[in-house]
């Protein structure tokens, strides 16, 4: 049986269909700040804790923290897909099949110092979009569902927060078959 509270630690996602300019800029500081937190959880992660799993078939901690790159590179690149295109019919990824590719058993600084540089990178993007902009879309070819930038900077703020608390969950040491 799947514990919900190890698989989603902060609740699930939710969109919704706008959001306010106070909302997107949370989410856009959200955005910014995740590197340094994750940088400094896995500071404070013993080595030896990475190689476990925050439940039952999940993600070791060395993945998740290649994952959240591998994720917000995408992310990225979507942000400017649906900047200079009309209504871009994104690329999808097998993300549990990037979680086993051989770079993802390297030491988790390499993945921490991309999101530093990405996300200041994505970060200067997202501040300096007008609403116009911010409101434009993506098509998203397994959905088929209108996604605006809007929404993918809400999401990519809950991924991030998401990702931080399965670590922490491994940084507890705890085994991924006790309860909370």
């Given at each position: ?9 902060i ?68 942000c ?33 110092n ?13 501040r ?14 397994e ?38």
């Amino acid at each position: 049986m799947i514990d919900v509270k190890r698989q989603y630690p902060i609740g699930k996602f939710t969109s919704k269909p706008s959001y306010s300019a106070e909302e997107t800029n949370n989410y856009i500081e959200q955005i910014a700040a995740l590197p340094e937190k994750l940088e400094k959880l896995y500071s404070s992660i013993n080595s030896n804790l990475l190689n476990r799993t925050y439940r039952e078939g999940g993600w070791t901690g060395l993945q998740v923290i290649h994952h959240l790159a591998d994720s917000h590179m995408n992310a990225y690149i979507r942000c400017k897909w649906t900047l200079t295109e009309n209504n871009p019919v994104i690329k999808a990824y097998d993300e549990k099949a990037w979680a086993v590719t051989p770079e993802t058993q390297l030491n988790a600084s390499l993945s921490i110092n991309l999101l530093h540089a990405l996300h200041k990178k994505w970060v200067a993007l997202l501040r300096g979009l007008t609403q116009e902009e911010l409101n434009k879309q993506f098509v998203h070819p397994e959905t088929h569902k209108q996604i605006s930038i809007n929404q993918l900077i809400a999401l990519y703020a809950w991924h991030g927060e998401h990702h931080l608390g399965h670590l922490k969950l491994i940084a507890t040491g705890h085994d991924v078959n006790q309860t909370q």
